[in-house]
């Protein structure tokens, strides 16, 4: 026989687990995630929604988030200032803890690493935007350059060496040159 598995879609990364935290060691919630209203993480746009899916799993009194989520950034080359877009893939592993406990309401001792980012708050609400963003601040480091080998701007005459090989050395500026150089730049 085939169990059918609910999955709800999650259009914030805000979710209510008061119900998961009333079940039993082992309850389970799916999420498949499309959120369009997030634009901006630190430096980084996106250029698209954030997509994907998260599994939670109620592991004694903590919710283990697992999961995977995509979308697109937006940025600045370091080197030649060009924008350009990459995709971007994140995993999520976190454990997740409760503040308060469901049937007493008395508030729960934070663990011993306790991080704001995987809190529980009071409302029961468990937020991922921290995690998240993280992550994906994270994993764009590997996508400051607009490609591997790109050229950047040239320190001499300011032009883009990907589209302009331009002549200047500026490793090797003679020094007899650099007083003229020094004259050329300033007008
Ligand atoms: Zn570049
Ligand atoms: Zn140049």
């Known amino acids: 026989m085939q169990t059918k598995k609910k999955v709800n879609i999650a ?6 687990v008061s119900q998961l935290l009333k079940e039993v060691t082992g309850g389970t919630r799916d999420y498949n995630i499309f959120v369009d209203s997030i634009k901006q993480l630190d430096d980084i746009q996106l ?3 954030l997509s994907g899916r998260v599994h939670f799993l109620r592991t004694g009194p903590d919710v283990l988030v697992t999961g995977d989520l995509h979308t697109t ?3 600045e080359c370091g080197r030649c200032l060009t924008v350009f877009t990459a995709p971007i893939s994140i995993e999520l592993e976190e454990l997740f803890y409760p503040t308060i406990d469901l049937l007493s309401g008395n508030a729960l001792p934070a663990p011993e690493d306790a991080d704001e980012a995987t809190r529980i708050d009071e409302l029961h609400t468990l ?11 994270l994993e764009s480091e ?3 350059y607009c490609r591997p080998d790109c050229k950047g701007l040239c320190p001499v005459c300011g032009q883009d060496r990907n589209i302009n090989p331009c002549t200047c050395q500026d490793d090797s500026v003679d020094v007899r040159w650099s ?5 050329e730049i300033e007008e």
């Open 179 to 183: 007083g003229l150089l020094e004259v």
């Open 73 to 75: 950034i937006r940025r």
């Open 127 to 137: 937020d991922l935007y921290e995690v998240v963003r993280q992550a994906i601040v």
């Open 47 to 49: 250029d698209e929604p």
């Open 142 to 144: 590997s996508s400051r």
């Open 11 to 16: 259009h914030e990364l805000r979710f209510n």
